[in-house]
């Protein structure tokens, strides 16, 4: 068995599309099973900046297979432009595989997501707009289409205006907006069809054939723990599973098939969109590290909240995804802090906590309680191997894993893929 899952530990962009890019070499398969084009995976190869939102990391490397699994949502015109601009940088998307099942954003979910973020004004979620909601509705409500449904021209149709009874209606009647006509809508997804067939096929079987075999497959989680549907800080979530557990369902995997669960987190903390952030700072650091961590979104270019790293949000990750290792990226941008706070627990109404609460409101108004550390304040872009790091670095990492309780087994101090540090991870 040779099954992995890489997870966002906090609030997304703690820069796992570096971390996956970077192991992926030693894997056969790179499996996508949660989100759609809401993710932002920055790439940096051979000199070049990628930046992916659908298609799995693995997409670079001819050997390996990409997956976008069943738990996705996928928007074609979205994933057709994406596999156009790697195309023409020379990355073959021939080996692309998506999932027979993988549900579709459709016109509408867009101009939903965008419309029902309007009407809620001062409590807009903060979505990235990208229809990811609206279309996991429709999942949920049966109303949904999927990959399959593209290539039957008469069941496209069916479903189409079986959908559009309802969503016209909601388009014209409570937002406003223009409707769609059943034609329009199955001419342009046909022809979408056409194009994606040959990528298309039952990836369950896929998968599970090749654990057998011994190969390794690797699942790429996108967005955090904390921005969950059913564990993060509701409703300020996405609309999917980004935890270990969505890797099985989103894949059609069993959960004994895993070997190791790696938790991607940043060496502090950001967050977009709205929500609680106990650990905020809306002072001169906050906007330090978000300058120098360059904390703009990779899908939409919304400048990221920031703070200091929250070890009971980490510690949470680790019992929600069952992490057996953490990655801790950025390191290199805490070198412009003379000291470095870490959050060990919170306070709320005389109450301790040393995890996330479990009421709402308690975590809303959770007041952090800080632990202060020396900062190193040298450039540490450099260090290869973890005797390398400044003593001070390597005394943070060692309180995080001790706030943890798993081993931090990578460190990245740069952007590129060779900075990073590799101390306990398995190589083929
Ligand atoms: P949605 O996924 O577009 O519905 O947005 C819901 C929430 O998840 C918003 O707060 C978004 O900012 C956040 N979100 C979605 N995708 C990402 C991501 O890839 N990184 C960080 N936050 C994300």
Redesign the pocket.
Known sequence: MAGFIIV?AQ???EGKGKITDMLCEDFDYVVRFQ??N????TVVFEGRTLKLHLIPSGIMYPDIVPVIGNGCVVDPPVLLSEMDMLEKQNISCERLVISTNTHLIMPWHRDL?GASEHRLGANE?????????PAYQDKASRLGLRMQDLFDRSILREKIASALEEKNDLLTKVYGLAPYTVDEVADEYLAYGERLRSHVTEISPLLNVALDRGDWVLFEG???TL?DIDHGTYP?????NPTAGGACVGAGVGPTRMDRVLGIAKAYLT?????PFPTELSDETGARLIEVGGEY????G?Q?RAGWYDAPVVKYAVEVNGLTDLAITKLDVLSCCETIKVCVAYEHRGKRYTTVPGHQSAFHHAAPIYEELPGWKVDISGCRRFEDLPAEARDYLGYLEELAGVPVSIIAVGPSREQTILRDWPQR
């Not at 967050?271 to 929500?275: K, T, Y």
């Open positions: 966002g609030w997304g962009d989100g759609g809401n993710a932002g995976h997501d979620i903060g979505t990235t707009r990208r229809g990811i909601g996108a967005q955090g921005l300020f979530v996405t609309s999917s967050r977009v969109g709205s929500g979104g990779t899908t939409t919304r990221r």
